[in-house]
């Protein structure tokens, strides 16, 4: 058996699209869609990811604000900062870059951000409503997972789900999000005991653990869907590419449907941060 891929560049093309006529039809009604965007440091990953997310809301259509600080700065500067885009109506939505410097309070800097503004889904009322089964942002990752699962019309209702990796930003709204879709969720960690137990029970596997290669065709269920959300560089010295969580050759191999890396579960991701902040400006209507 070989599987099936499941291509995230093409579905985000796709997806963006549509995103781009809801943005014309907002421009329309006097409405240009606005995300705000502020890096502090100079992390090589983290400009990257800030500079494809501006790329991807101008090619939407949509309008980005870029608010870049040193390293060293002042937590009080990028909060006074934060305060002003939360009043400011023409922005409607506002993303905090991670990781940041030593001297931030993360929690406290995500908190600040208005939660009809927080696009990213991190701020604690809007977690607390994603538990309650009524979110008013998904994360963007596990946003994107749950589309690629539906564009593929993966069986959702009564399958077993499981997760390994139970971070605030992947695993645990995951959980949350499968559990919704009426699925039999397992959360696995650093902690599980016989952690391929799990993984080959699952009909849909995800990884999100942040280890290269730690999920082997030995651990998959024949003709599971297997969600790759990982991204690692490897050591120089064994060629220096991005990988995924999951040994990919040799997954391949045992799974029915599995996203590569890169070109899976990473430009979802901005995708969706795009159909939050477009859900943010039509809200306002």
Avoid: W
Wanted: charged share 20%; net charge neutral; aromatic share 2%.
């Amino acid at each position: 058996m070989t599987a099936r891929i499941l291509d995230g560049t093409a579905l985000s093309a796709s997806v963006r699209e549509r995103l781009a006529v809801r943005a014309a039809a907002l421009k329309a009604r006097g409405i240009t869609p606005c995300l705000a965007v502020i890096l502090v440091g100079e992390d090589p990953a983290s400009s990257v990811y800030v500079r494809n997310k501006v790329n991807a809301c101008e090619k939407a259509g949509l309008r980005s604000l870029q608010d870049i600080y040193p390293a060293e700065v002042d937590p009080a500067l990028v909060l006074a900062r934060i305060a002003e885009l939360n009043e400011d109506p023409a922005v409607h939505g506002i993303l905090v870059q991670l990781p940041l410097p030593k001297q931030f309070d993360s929690a406290a800097v995500l908190e600040a951000i208005a939660p009809e503004k927080d696009v990213d889904g991190f701020h604690a009322e809007n977690v607390g409503a994603l538990m309650q089964g009524a979110p008013r942002f998904i994360p963007c990752t596990p946003y994107g997972v749950m589309e690629m699962l539906k564009s593929q019309n993966v069986t959702l209702k009564g399958a077993e789900a499981v997760i390994v990796g139970r971070s605030n930003i992947v695993g645990k709204p995951m959980a949350m999000l499968l559990l919704a879709a009426d699925c039999t969720v397992t959360v696995c960690h650093s902690r599980t005991r016989d952690l391929k137990f799990h993984t080959r029970r699952a009909d849909i596997l995800v990884a999100a653990i942040g280890k290269a290669k730690m999920i082997t065709g030995d651990m998959i269920k024949p003709g599971a869907t297997v969600i790759d959300v990982g991204m690692n560089r490897l050591p120089a010295e064994q060629g220096g590419k991005l990988c995924g969580d999951v040994d990919f050759e040799s997954a391949k191999e045992v799974a029915g449907l599995i996203t590569p890396v890169p070109g899976g579960v990473g430009p979802m991701t901005i995708t969706m941060l795009l159909a939050n902040t477009i859900e943010a400006a039509e809200r306002i209507l």
